[in-house]
């Protein structure tokens, strides 16, 4: 299997302009996460998604993020407009069960955001 | 309010040095809890779980955790550190079901010859 897929790897971009990360979860895998890394705030949940349906987006800072999951293999990410405060690694992860909370998440290899 | 405290953000240990990495955390009733390591450049790995049952968990790499239902802890030991265990290391903890799991501040290991 090649696991949790994210792309791009690294994405540089001005203030202002939109940014859409990718994901592709494990195939079978029913729950899948959004998080974002930094040195101030650490690791923290976006969103997380149920066989395709959002379950807990109380993470999402602000109307400026928003996520989709069209079917059981993608996802995306999108940030519009985006700021320099959105600087981060931000890390995709699907799990098998639909007990998100209780269950083994394989993680992607993330996306690291530069807004300049 | 729920929480995962590990309160050692930088440890420095020689390899062969046995590790003890630290993990209290706060919740109503006892969560499930998991211990998962990141390297450099890399998302996370779970290295191990405990759900219930015996409270000596084994995982991958040669890492063990103890959970202590008295202390509200869960760390991470390993007998004997190896060069390729530095890496951050996070606890994590959640109610189950459809509730998210919270991650703790990670604890980075530095391995010294």
């Known amino acids: 299997d090649a696991g949790v897929i994210q792309s791009p790897r690294h994405e540089v971009t001005e203030m202002g302009q939109e940014v859409t990360l990718r994901c592709k979860p494990i195939?079978?895998?029913?729950?899948l996460f959004w998080y974002r890394q930094t040195m101030m705030r650490g690791l923290e949940l976006l969103i997380y998604?149920?066989?395709?349906?959002?379950?807990?987006d109380s993470g999402m800072p602000e109307d400026r993020f928003s996520a989709k999951m069209p079917n059981a293999s993608f996802s995306t990410l999108k940030i519009q407009p985006s700021e320099p405060r959105d600087s981060a690694v931000y890390f995709c992860?699907?799990?098998?069960?639909?007990?998100?909370?209780?269950?083994?998440?394989?993680f992607g290899p993330g996306t690291r955001l530069t807004v300049l | 309010a729920q929480s995962v405290t590990q309160p050692d953000i930088h440890i420095t240990v020689s390899e062969g040095a046995s590790l003890e990495l630290r993990c209290n955390y706060s919740?109503?009733?006892?969560?499930?809890l998991f211990w998962y390591v990141q390297s450099p450049g890399q998302g996370l790995q779970l290295l191990l779980k405990?759900?219930?049952?015996?409270?000596l968990v084994q995982g991958i790499k040669g890492f063990e955790a103890e959970f202590k239902r008295s202390q509200s802890s869960f760390n991470l030991r390993k007998p004997s550190v190896h060069w390729s265990d530095a890496a951050e290391y996070f606890c994590?903890?959640?109610?189950?079901?459809?509730?998210?799991?919270?991650f703790g501040t990670g604890t980075k290991l530095q391995v010294i010859p």
């Open positions: 992860a699907s799990s098998l069960s639909s007990s998100g909370g209780a269950d083994t998440q394989y």
């Open positions: 195939s079978g895998h029913n729950s």
């Open positions: 998604f149920n066989n395709n349906v959002p379950i807990d």
């Open positions: 919740y109503g009733a006892t969560p499930y």
């Open positions: 405990y759900f219930s049952g015996d409270t």
């Open positions: 994590a903890a959640s109610s189950g079901g459809y509730q998210k799991v919270t």
